[in-house]
């Protein structure tokens, strides 16, 4: 049982941190029905960020005296940051396409995507870069199970951004203009929405949630690499299309569900195959309900 | 906006131990702004005319000379490259045949993949797994059962084609997208598993002591019998790839002009309407897929015998790319186009062995590239249209 409770809370924190990446690649298919190769990059490049600006902090001495504030400037800019890269790639890479072949698209996203990890590793070297440690150690102790204050950060924070996500979304006029160019992007031309810019916005809310899951991971493992974009990538992916591809809502819950699913798997069946679940699932959900669990775009062209 | 992308790489570079260091980041954002600049210029002049006076003696050459080769027909061309390749190696020293051969490989791989990508228009990004089942199977066919070369042959290709019809059988029921995903998850699975299970494929240590290519030689010095030779010697192998690549070369030519694969192309082209007009576009789908894997796990089963050793190491998603890039740089579907694309992909990173750390660079940079301002490849396939669906906006 303790273990199980364990368990529980390992999937949740690992669940929140899939769900922030898969929100970026179910906004940006709702929106151009492209997938973005690119993403799981950007949420590699957050985590470079989060190292090099908290090891610059621990350099100056700030991070001993007010942590907390360190950690908000580091995610604050580093989500800034890659906001902008997003939207850089998305002018260079995917904007010329987007009246060309869905071949020739899918194409450059993935060629951005090799050249995005590629100068991560030139730039950054081959090797792990450790976080700097001695942020938010210790935790609560229930009985046999821990929850540590990283954990508690790392789900406190998911939920902020899912929050500040889904009121940006639902609530404001830039997400209400979100939603028209995601269903008809000539319609919403013609009342004065400028599909071009929301697009470019899409990319980049996409990429800055990418970049604070990315941060978290660093935190939560203690290091980043240049390939740590490739896997959860396709997991965070795999939690879209659970989740229904497009829908926003769907790809908390399947974020949430593929996190659970690899923990218990990991934990339960086989450690070496943990990478292999959030596939199964991916593959069973196309086979068997290609729209997702709360499916929107049920049109046939488009799945 | 190229600019903007360039702009951003030093930022990435600070490099803090306590202290900041631009170095290394700094000479590879000079690298790529140099190479940014000189792509925006070529391509602003070439907007603006400023280039017709370097490209007008090539067209004034260009006439001439495609008037004298439409006048020699093709088979010529094609007896000429045959003949070069065929004496390859007894001008080549061993570093050119390993190339050489490398190329080979390659290249049935790059046309094994055209079915799939350039005939019916479906993204496959785990197509190193079948490789990688190719090369497994002949590996442990030759350890465990000592069977030879030869008769693995057609064995690797079945098990690659089955694992081909396991993968394609629950992803190409639908369109598009989600294959391409779907085919990257496999890919992985596959080289997760080939990574675990220790009892079978002995894990991330590969497998060792796999026999070279047998072959029996009539032996005339007392009485009539046959002499079995193990071909070690790098230019037999050369000859054995050579032949596996003419073979997958005239398979993918009689499929590609085929019915077949006149279907394929009608379904990469309009789905829905390849359906409307009675083409059996899951079959053919599932077809193709299965074909892809086939010439995948013949190449596999010589990578095997020539390396005589297979490690989960090969078969990682970066080979995938490499091939897929060969694919998309020559051309998508057109043979000739993806020689030269292997050719060029194998050849100009050993030419330029300083610039090994820039390979992968370069190639993901290249696809972009490509697909931006020559989508058909280098040599453009002749028949290639434009989906309907994707017209509009």
Redesign the interface.
């Known amino acids: 049982m303790e273990f199980f409770l364990q368990q529980l809370i390992n999937g949740f924190t690992l669940g929140g941190i899939y769900a922030l990446i898969a929100l970026g690649y179910t906004m940006v298919?709702g929106i151009i029905?492209?997938?973005n190769f690119a993403h799981g990059e950007f949420f590699a490049?957050g985590g470079?960020?989060g190292?090099?600006?908290l090891?610059?902090f621990a350099?100056k001495g700030y991070m001993q005296t007010h942590p907390w504030l360190c950690l908000g400037g580091a995610l604050l800019l580093a989500m800034l940051?890659c906001a902008?890269?997003a939207?850089?790639?998305e002018?260079?890479?995917y904007k010329?396409?987007?009246?060309?072949?869905?071949?020739?698209?899918?194409?450059?996203a993935?060629?951005?995507?090799?050249?995005?990890s590629?100068?991560?590793?030139?730039?950054?070297?081959v090797y792990d870069k450790p976080y700097p440690s001695g942020f938010a150690q210790g935790g609560f102790e229930f009985g046999l199970i821990t929850v540590s204050y990283l954990q508690i950060t790392i789900v406190l924070v998911t939920i902020g951004l899912l929050i500040f996500l889904n009121i940006l979304v639902f609530k404001t006029r830039i997400g209400k203009a979100m939603r028209s160019t995601a269903q008809d992007?000539?319609m919403s031309a013609l009342v004065g929405i400028n599909s071009n810019k929301i697009i470019s916005l899409t990319f980049a809310i996409g990429a800055g949630l990418a970049a604070a899951a990315g941060i978290m991971v660093g935190l939560y493992y203690g290091s980043v690499n240049y390939t740590m974009g490739?896997?959860p990538g396709?997991k965070a992916?795999?939690a879209a299309?659970l989740g229904g591809i497009g829908n926003i809502t769907g790809a908390m819950l399947g974020g949430l569900i593929i996190g659970m699913v690899e923990i218990f798997g990991a934990g339960y069946i086989s450690g070496?195959?943990k990478?292999?679940f959030?596939?199964v699932i991916?593959?069973s959900v196309?086979?068997f309900r290609?729209t997702g669990i709360m499916g929107e775009n049920v049109d046939d062209?488009r799945? | 906006m190229l600019w903007l992308l360039g702009l951003l790489w030093p930022l990435m570079g600070i490099h803090a131990d306590g202290t900041l260091s631009f170095g290394k980041a700094f000479t590879v954002w000079l690298y790529v702004l140099a190479g940014t600049i000189v792509i925006v210029a070529l391509v602003i002049l070439h907007k603006q005319g400023l280039l017709t006076w370097a490209g007008a003696p090539l067209k004034m050459l260009r006439a001439p000379a495609a008037a004298t080769t439409a006048r020699i027909p093709t088979w010529i061309w094609i007896a000429i490259a045959a003949a070069a390749a065929f004496v390859f190696p007894q001008f080549a020293d061993r570093y050119g045949q390993d190339v050489a051969i490398n190329v080979l490989v390659y290249v049935c791989l790059g046309l094994g993949l055209n079915i799939v990508v350039g005939l019916a228009g479906m993204l496959d990004l785990g197509y190193i797994a079948f490789y990688g089942v190719g090369a497994y199977t002949y590996a442990l066919l030759s350890v465990y059962y000592q069977l030879s070369f030869w008769l693995s042959l057609p064995v690797a290709a079945c098990t690659a084609c089955i694992a081909g019809c396991i993968i394609g059988y629950p992803t190409l029921r639908m369109r598009g997208d989600y294959l391409a995903i779907v085919t990257l998850g496999f890919g992985e699975i596959v080289r997760i598993i080939l990574n675990n299970w220790m009892q079978l494929t002995n894990g991330p240590n590969g497998v060792l002591g796999i026999k070279a290519p047998g072959l029996y030689l009539p032996d005339w010095s007392g009485g009539f019998s046959f002499e079995h030779l193990y071909l070690k010697k790098l230019h037999y192998l050369y000859y054995v790839i050579l032949l596996l690549a003419i073979f997958t070369i005239l398979a993918v030519r009689r499929l590609n002009i085929s019915r077949i694969g006149r279907a394929w192309e009608a379904i990469r082209e309009d789905e829905t309407a390849a359906e409307l007009m009675g083409v059996n576009t899951y079959l053919l789908k599932l077809l193709a897929y299965a074909m892809g894997a086939i010439f995948a796990g013949l190449a596999g089963a010589f990578f095997a015998a020539r390396m005589r050793f297979v490690s989960p190491e090969s078969f990682t998603f970066l080979e995938s790319a490499t091939v897929l890039a060969m694919v998309v740089l020559g051309g998508m579907g057109s043979i000739p186009g993806i020689i030269l694309g292997a050719l060029a992909l194998i050849v100009l990173p050993e030419m330029f062995r300083e610039f090994e750390l820039y390979r992968m660079l370069c190639l993901g940079g290249a696809m972009v590239l490509m697909m931006l301002f020559r989508p058909g490849g280098f040599i453009t396939a002749k028949r290639l249209g434009r989906r309907s669906e994707d017209k509009e906006g």
């Open positions: 298919y029905q492209l997938i490049a470079y960020m190292v090099i600006l090891s610059f350099s940051f902008f890269l939207m850089a790639v002018k260079v890479a010329p396409l987007r009246h060309s072949t869905r071949l020739a698209a899918l194409v450059s993935l060629g951005m995507s090799i050249f995005l590629n100068g991560l590793m030139l730039t950054q070297g992007k000539v490739f896997v396709i992916f795999a299309v070496q195959y990478d292999v959030a596939f991916l593959i196309l086979y290609p062209t799945v």
